[in-house]
């Protein structure tokens, strides 16, 4: 599957993002599908993830909270709303597909889409 995140920008502390992956490709709906990010001079790190249904949700305890991802697979799109922005949520984030949740959350991930970087303002 072909992965094409955006909607990021420039926000302050405190404030609200959100940001989109759009696939391409019909087998969008049986892969799980999450979103990563690497901030500067750091390596990249799992952010959540979100079952095929969308039924089943996980998030690394940084965002625990404050994100929300989502999917529509009618429309072949992943979301990642983003609440109570702290500076250290800069980074760029990437969307990514993979088979399985446990995949996923190791980094075994089938196709990575390019990034859209978040900077937060202090």
């Known amino acids: 599957v072909q992965l094409q995140a955006s909607g990021g920008g420039l926000v302050q502390a405190g404030g609200s993002l959100r940001i989109s992956c759009a696939a391409s490709g019909r087998t969008f709906s049986s892969y799980v599908m999450g979103w990563f990010r690497q901030a500067p001079g750091k390596e990249r790190e799992f952010v959540a993830a979100i079952s095929w249904s969308g039924g089943s949700t996980y998030y690394a305890d940084s965002v625990k909270g404050r994100f929300t991802i989502s999917r529509d697979n009618a429309k072949k799109m992943v979301f990642l709303q983003m609440n109570s922005l702290k500076p250290e949520d800069t980074a760029v984030y990437y969307c990514?597909?993979?088979?399985?949740?446990?995949?996923?959350?190791?980094?075994?991930?089938?196709?990575w889409g390019q990034g859209t970087l978040v900077t937060v303002s202090s």
């Open positions: 990514a597909a993979a088979d399985t949740i446990g995949a996923i959350a190791s980094s075994r991930v089938r196709d």
